[in-house]
C-alpha cells in the first residue's frame, strides 16, 4: 500500500492518529509544507516528529513551497508564515544530509507525484536534474 500524506502545516497531532496506516504502508510519501500555519506553533513538535521516520527507507519526503525558503534560504521561495524562528529552529534541527535526500517528485506506478508542480526556474535553483528524481 502506498501512503501518501498532503501538506502538513504543523498538524503533527492529526499525523500521529495515522501511525497505524503509517505502519502498515509499504511506500509513504510525505508531501511537505511542514510548518508555517497561522493556528498553532508546533514547530518542534512537528520536525521531531518527521525526523522520527528519516532513516526509514519507504519514506520519501517532496519539497514544498513552505519547505523551499527553510532549505534554500532565497527570498523567491518566501511563503506566508515563514518566520525567523522557525528559520532558526529548521536549521537547528534539520540534518543537511536528510534535506539532501528530498525531492521535487516522485513516481508511484503511473503517476507523477509532487507538491503542487513546478517551474523549470526552481528546477535551476534547487540544483536537480528531472531524471534523478524517479
Known sequence: MNLVIPDLHEEVDRMKKCEPLIDKADRIILLGDLLDTFKQHQIVKTLEWVLKYKDDERWTHI????????????????????????????????????????????????????????????????????????
Open 63 to 134: 519539497i514544498a513551497n513552505h519547505d523551499c525558503h527553510y532549505m534554500y534560504k532565497h527570498p523567491w521561495f518566501r511563503c506566508s508564515g515563514w518566520n525567523q524562528q522557525a528559520q532558526e529552529i529548521w536549521d537547528d534541527m534539520m540534518p543537511p544530509e536528510f534535506l539532501a535526500k528530498w525531492k521535487i517528485w516522485t513516481r508511484v506506478d503511473d503517476f507523477l507525484v509532487s507538491h503542487a508542480g513546478f517551474h523549470p526556474k526552481t528546477i535551476r535553483m534547487c540544483n536537480v536534474e528531472m531524471h534523478e528524481q524517479a
